[in-house]
């Protein structure tokens, strides 16, 4: 896809899609999790399931938070400069903590 | 620089409040909502990997009333954000437009959403 427009439109709703189960698994995960203590929270990691699960979660919800931040950014920010500001903040954050999340679960299984 | 004084969309003070764009300025709330809870969610698996104390220390503040209550409210911010894309990717590929269907389908996803944190929460 040429139109960078375009892109970002169809990223947004792919990563959304891919989300859908995933977010799914979550809940599960969540209910799972809520009341478990240092061992039970470990145990969970222990299947590839849980990590590979972990690890997309990280990955599409970070690519889908940032469009659509930045797609509020560019409907209520008239300022050039706090805009562009704004979505250097909003990379930095979609980057840096999947990155510290993955680093965190390659820790917790090695 | 000059300054652009085009109003921008959805022009909130002036705008009149309808169910549809409550339900629609609730799915950009619940994403600025989602993006702090994914924050939460980092950190939460990096107190795993940082050891015991950690995990313990972040678990107790999990439980708390506070805790509680933040976790609680991102669960439906998560699962309405869920619900509503649906409907979202639904009217992208052109369906539930018609405004009974696109009303419907607002009210079940509210409710849906609450029915859900309820059973995952107090069940």
């Given amino acids: ?110 | 620089m000059e300054k652009n004084l085009r109003p921008l969309s959805p022009h909130i003070q002036i705008y009149k409040w309808q169910f549809s764009s409550l339900l629609s300025i609730t799915h950009r709330l619940t994403g600025v909502i989602n993006t702090s809870g994914f924050f939460l969610i980092v950190i939460w698996i990096l107190s795993l990997a940082l050891g015991p104390e950690y995990y313990n220390f972040y678990q107790k503040f999990l439980r708390s009333f506070l805790g509680k209550f933040i976790l609680v409210g991102f669960t439906w911010s998560f699962i309405y954000h869920m619900l509503n894309g649906v409907r979202h990717l639904a009217w992208d590929l052109g369906y539930g437009y018609e405004i009974k269907t696109a009303n419907f389908s607002g009210i079940a996803v509210l409710l849906i959403s609450i029915l859900v944190t309820f059973i995952i929460w107090i069940i």
């Avoid at chain 1, 189960?21 to 809520?34: H, R």
């Fill in chain 1, 1 to 110: 896809m040429k139109n960078r427009a375009l892109n970002k439109w169809f990223m947004q709703r792919a990563s959304a899609v891919i989300l859908i189960p995933i977010l799914l698994f979550f809940l599960y995960s969540l209910i799972n999790l809520v009341n478990k203590d240092y061992t039970g929270a470990l145990n969970f990691f222990d299947n590839y399931l849980s990590i590979i699960f972990f690890v997309l979660f990280l990955i599409f919800a970070g690519l889908h938070l940032k469009l659509g931040i930045n797609e509020i950014v560019e409907d209520y920010i008239q300022n050039p400069n706090l805009k562009s500001i704004l979505n250097k903040i909003i990379m930095i954050y979609s980057a840096i903590f999947p990155i510290i999340g993955i680093i965190s679960l390659l820790k917790i299984i090695l």
